[in-house]
Nanobody
Framework: QVQLVESGGGLVQAGGSLRLSCEAS????????MGWFRQGPGKEREFVAA????????YVADSVKGRFTISRDNAKNAMYLQMNSLKPEDTAVYYC?????????????????????WGQGTQVTVSS
């Protein structure tokens, strides 16, 4: 099993920045890809970004591209999401997820059903 714990959420004004962290523990050697998803009020959970553990390759949703950056620190078993130029529509619970599969197909990376492990989420609220 793999345990994921998110941190770094909070309240920020529009235009501001936040950095989310996700720490993995347990059978971390089984992780090939980690990702961030979010679920806004009254919305379905949506893909934000993914990163491949081995080489740091990334895939970022068009809706946040240019504003959000995903990164990882293998030594710390940690993943990060740097969020800049935040907008009220970025308000959501942000979830960290991990999968053992090694696919790099975007449709698979975007699918929450393809992730094996999930954190409990951290709330991000952007005020206008």
């Amino acid at each position: 099993q793999v345990q994921l714990v998110e941190s770094g959420g909070g309240l920020v004004q529009a235009g501001g920045s936040l950095r989310l962290s996700c720490e993995a523990s347990g059978r971390t050697f089984s992780i090939y890809t980690m990702g961030w998803f979010r679920q806004g009020p009254g919305k379905e959970r949506e893909f934000v970004a993914a990163i491949h553990w081995s080489d740091g390759g990334t895939y970022v949703a068009d809706s946040v591209k240019g504003r959000f950056t995903i990164s990882r620190d293998n030594a710390k078993n940690a993943m990060y999401l740097q969020m800049n130029s935040l907008k009220p529509e970025d308000t959501a619970v942000y979830y960290c997820a991990a999968r053992a599969g090694n696919s790099r197909i975007p449709a698979i990376l975007r699918s929450e059903r393809k992730y094996d492990y999930w954190g409990q989420g951290t709330q991000v609220t952007v005020s206008s």
